[in-house]
């Protein structure tokens, strides 16, 4: 039997749009305008552009070249590329587990926010008291039937968009929700800009501080603009390969990969003139984390003229920027038994959704039933861990062997890499970067990941942290080395 033709985006917009949508989550929104005004405002910015150019776009066009090459999803790329008799196929693990725990955690979050979008159309934050606002939080996550249903809602919503396929439902519901989110964001940039006291805002956002920066330390800074222009694409589960593997060679990767990221990175630095002005308007501390966007952000619409009607557009907004990840990760998932198992997309995507609405609830329950379980420390929840196992592991080093896997002779190879990244019209990856790419960007991924082990478990004590050092630092010697340095099969 002949292999079916691959679906594709019916147009460029429609790659760009659900791309986007991927890389463009709630993190945009929460950490972002956070860390910006922390580091320095202008000043982090910068850094920040400056590491997602050479950090962040190269590992998206390695990830975009893969699945085009491949046409296939992360779960068969490996197979499909690998020099015969090497075994890089072995790692698709890191991409299958990272994007069904990234879904796991992600799909009760989505929910969160539409279930906050609800409660400021209602306008049960009207007249509310700060700790009225910040016990709703609470009494949400304590609930674990109407967490259980906020959750369930998400996976419907992912199987059924996923299930019309690429154009009729991945691609025409991404660009229905981007260009909302798009609209929506301008708008509340506009609307907080505008408000009494927002002056102050802007010059905390946009001016740079270099004595502060000098007080936090250089490094520092610079730490925090590198992980967060790494973490903010989504890099290293295969979110991106796939889409790669729905396009034409019409235009070359470099191109695509810049527009992908400008989108992003629109999207992180209005996000901060929504927050950060609006909180100096109303003097209220603009804090990181879930405790920004369901304590403080409340507390300020609630204070706002109209605050009913612009909180519900912000989380309107939130919703989107949730589900378009949603729905990108997980077209990812379906593709896995589609390429693997060979199943038809309607199996696939029913399975998948019931069996991520059954993987979902123990994040739920950790906030209730299961409370009494804190895996990572006092006061941590599953999703702590579940996020931990992601963002502070799969994501890295996914990302690291996309990148080894493009530029070892015993993998891809540099010159297979490049001619597929410059196919097309656009601009061109530079051939002379295979140093970099080998040697340097390998080093920076992997400065990312140990540094992540050392922010989580310095705090716990010297002889836990070495312990977890050593156990980070085998892991990459356990899962990449059997890959780069098997010979090939003649």
Not at 301 to 311: D, I, L, N, T, V
Request: hydrophobic letters at 50%; aromatic letters at 14%.
């Amino acid at each position: 039997m002949s292999e079916k033709q691959r679906e594709r985006f019916s147009s460029r917009l429609g790659f760009i749009l659900v791309s986007a949508g991927c890389a463009i989550g709630i993190g945009n929104v929460w950490k972002f305008p956070y860390l910006c005004g922390q580091f320095g405002g202008a000043s982090f910015i910068l850094i920040y552009l400056f590491f997602l150019l050479i950090l962040g776009i190269p590992v998206m066009v390695c990830e975009l070249a893969i699945g085009r090459k491949s046409q296939k999803s992360a779960a068969r790329a490996f197979n499909v590329l690998e020099p015969k008799g090497t075994q890089w196929h072995q790692l698709k693990f890191i991409t299958i587990i990272g994007c069904y725990l990234l879904m796991m955690f992600y799909t009760t979050v989505t929910g969160w926010m539409m279930a906050y979008c609800v409660k400021q159309i209602k306008g049960d934050f009207v007249g509310a008291t700060p700790d009225q606002v910040a016990g709703a939080f609470g009494d949400m996550l304590a609930g674990a039937g109407p967490m259980i249903f906020w959750t369930l809602l998400t996976c419907v919503i992912g199987t059924v968009v996923c299930v019309a396929g690429i154009k009729n439902g991945v691609e025409k519901a991404s660009k229905f929700m981007m260009v909302a989110l798009l609209l929506l964001i301008v708008v509340l940039a506009i609307r907080s800009v505008t408000l009494d006291g927002a002056g102050a805002g802007i010059r905390f956002y946009l001016v740079p501080d270099f004595g502060h920066m000098a007080e936090i330390g250089m490094g520092n800074v610079i730490y925090a603009a590198m992980s967060q222009a790494f973490f903010t694409l989504s890099l290293g589960i295969g979110a991106m390969l796939i889409f790669g593997s729905y396009i034409g060679k019409e235009r070359s990767l470099a191109g695509e990969a810049i527009t992908i990221t400008a989108l992003d990175t629109f999207v992180a630095i209005m996000s901060g003139f929504i927050i950060i002005p609006a909180c100096f308007a109303f003097n209220i501390e603009p804090d990181a984390g879930p405790s920004l966007i369901f304590v403080t952000i409340p507390n300020l619409f609630a204070q706002m003229p109209g605050g009913q009607f612009w909180g519900a557009l912000f989380f309107l907004f939130l919703s989107f920027a949730s589900l378009t990840t949603i729905i990108a990760v997980f077209e990812n998932i379906i593709s896995f038994t589609i390429d693997n198992l060979g199943w038809e997309r309607k199996k696939s995507a029913y399975f998948n959704g019931i069996m991520i609405a059954i993987l979902s609830l123990p994040c739920v329950l950790g906030y209730n039933l299961w409370s009494t379980f804190q895996p990572l420390g006092e006061g941590s929840a599953v999703l702590d861990l579940e996020d931990f196992i992601v963002s502070n592991n799969l994501l890295p080093l996914g990302s690291l062997a996309f990148v080894l896997f493009c530029t070892r002779k015993t993998g891809w190879s540099w010159p297979n890499f490049i001619s597929e990244v410059n196919s097309g019209k656009g601009i061109n990856f530079p051939a002379n970067l295979h140093g970099y790419m080998s040697f340097v960007l390998p080093l920076i991924i992997i400065v990312v990941y140990l540094k992540g082990y050392y922010d989580k478990f310095a705090p716990m004590g010297t002889s836990l942290l070495v312990g977890w050092m050593i156990f980070a630092l085998a892991l990459i010697a356990f899962i990449f080395f059997p890959a780069i340095y098997q010979k090939k099969s003649k």
